[in-house]
């Protein structure tokens, strides 16, 4: 139920448009007879819209106006005055009341502006929801000459529902680059789904992506739809298919040329429709000639190859990168707006991105906005690391040689583990550790832990 709160010095009068609210808009109503007390209530209580008296004593409505702008407050202020002086009441509207009324005026208006606040601060609501979403998924943020060489793939690519193949470095935004064929696709109203083959267990590839009957193995308690079938005549995104075990790879390829599967227990042949993205960060020409992927797979995925250019490769759009990603940030944290310094976007365009591009600059915007108090972020809350500098770690012990070459393997460690995804087991192979439990102990010593 819609809870209003009626502020008033006279309680006849609170009591009165009480008694009215409930009565003809069915509000449940509170009442404070102070400004102090209604920022009290106001911080305590669910409120949905104020009725707030602008003459008061001690603290009076525009003080209360001024309280809640302070505090961020987005509860809709309906203001009122009995002097009949309207530039008051102007005033107050540009302190952020929603509008004003007359005490005069029949409860009937004050309940159809109580309906409207309430409108407005929905669909302001569903904007900033909107906005988030599409500042979270938009693929093609920038217009250097790399984003445009790239938006012409896409545009040319999407129509056509061969297999496409998308390469880039981790953090590049390949799964972006899918959903953007998708929605330029002829079936964007059919369902995309993604899957992260590196994320599978090796028993359940099978069963993810081609389904299984019921008793087909310990645990399959029901007939399950695999990804093939679930994604109708959509897309179907294989993140990291490099990862795919090799038995897998075959029945993948057998899948992609029949354009049938049949689940793990069944023997009925299943049609599929959906068009398949593959993506990978790994290079799989050298994976064909080490034996760790199937060169006629590589052949299949391969007959469109979109390639997704490194962030250092198009600094010019960091920038505009940058402040999407503050005003995401903000917006999700619900903190006021803020913005970065011109030398703060000078440091962050000069550093390379090498460990996760577009991922570890989000993780650097995140980080500067918690650090910095004002609205303004400036280059004293950019990371040590960004700024070309050592962290205080390397620097203590006078700089030795053996604190320098701490930090140096703890930076390294981070490094790949960031580019496996913190995959701890394919981080220690990619390392040449023995096994995982040595990683482990390399992190402890550290003290490195996932984000």
Request: proline content about 5%; charged content about 30%.
């Amino acid at each position: 139920m819609t809870l209003v709160l009626v502020v008033d010095d006279v309680p006849a009068m609170a009591e009165q448009y009480a008694y009215d609210l409930k009565r003809l808009g069915g509000y449940e109503v509170a009442q404070a007879q102070s400004g102090q007390e209604a920022l009290d209530r106001l911080a305590g209580e669910p409120v949905d819209c104020v009725i707030l008296d602008l003459e008061m004593p001690g603290m009076d409505g525009f003080e209360v106006l001024r309280a809640l702008e302070r505090r961020g407050s987005e509860v809709p202020v309906i203001v009122y005055t009995g002097t009949g002086d309207y530039e008051r009441c102007v005033r107050a509207v540009r302190l952020g009341a929603y509008n004003f009324i007359d005490k005069a005026e029949p409860v009937e208006r004050i309940v159809h502006e109580i309906e409207l606040a309430l409108e407005r601060r929905r669909l302001l609501g569903e904007v900033r929801t909107f906005r988030r979403t599409a500042d979270a998924e938009s693929p093609l943020i920038g217009n250097s000459a790399a984003m445009l060489r790239l938006r012409e793939q896409i545009a040319r690519v999407a129509p056509v529902p061969s297999t496409a193949l998308v390469l880039g470095e981790s953090g590049t935004g390949k799964e972006l680059v899918a959903r953007e064929l998708h929605r330029l696709g002829p079936h964007a109203g059919e369902p995309f789904l993604a899957i992260n083959c590196a994320a599978l267990p090796e028993h359940l590839v099978e069963s993810e992506l081609f389904g299984h009957e019921r008793g087909a193995f310990t645990g399959a308690a029901a007939t399950r739809k695999g990804a093939f079938e679930a994604a109708g005549r959509g897309t179907l995104f294989l993140d990291e298919i490099g990862d795919l075990p090799l038995a897998a790879q075959a029945k993948l390829l057998r899948a992609l040329e029949d354009r049938r599967v049949t689940r793990v227990g069944g023997s009925r042949p299943i049609s599929i429709d959906a068009r398949v993205v593959a993506a990978t960060n790994r290079d799989l020409d050298a994976d064909v000639l080490a034996g760790r992927f199937r060169e006629d797979l590589l052949y299949r995925i391969n007959v469109h190859v979109i390639s997704v250019p490194p962030l250092r490769e198009r600094r010019s759009d960091i920038p505009e990168i940058a402040e999407r990603l503050v005003r995401s940030i903000c917006d999700r944290f619900r903190i006021r707006p803020k913005r970065l310094a011109p030398d703060t976007l000078n440091l962050l365009m000069a550093y390379d991105w090498t460990r996760n591009n577009v991922r570890e600059l989000r993780n650097v915007v995140e980080r500067m906005i918690i650090a910095a108090d004002g609205e303004v972020v400036g280059p004293e809350h950019v990371p040590a690391e960004i700024r070309g500098e050592l962290p205080a770690s390397a620097e203590g012990e006078a700089g030795t040689l053996q604190a320098l070459r701490a930090e140096a393997e703890r930076r390294i460690i981070v490094a790949a583990l960031e580019r496996h995804e913190w995959h701890v087991t394919k981080t220690a192979a990619a390392l040449g550790l023995a096994d995982h439990a040595s990683l482990f102990k390399i992190m402890r010593r550290h003290n490195i832990k996932r984000p």
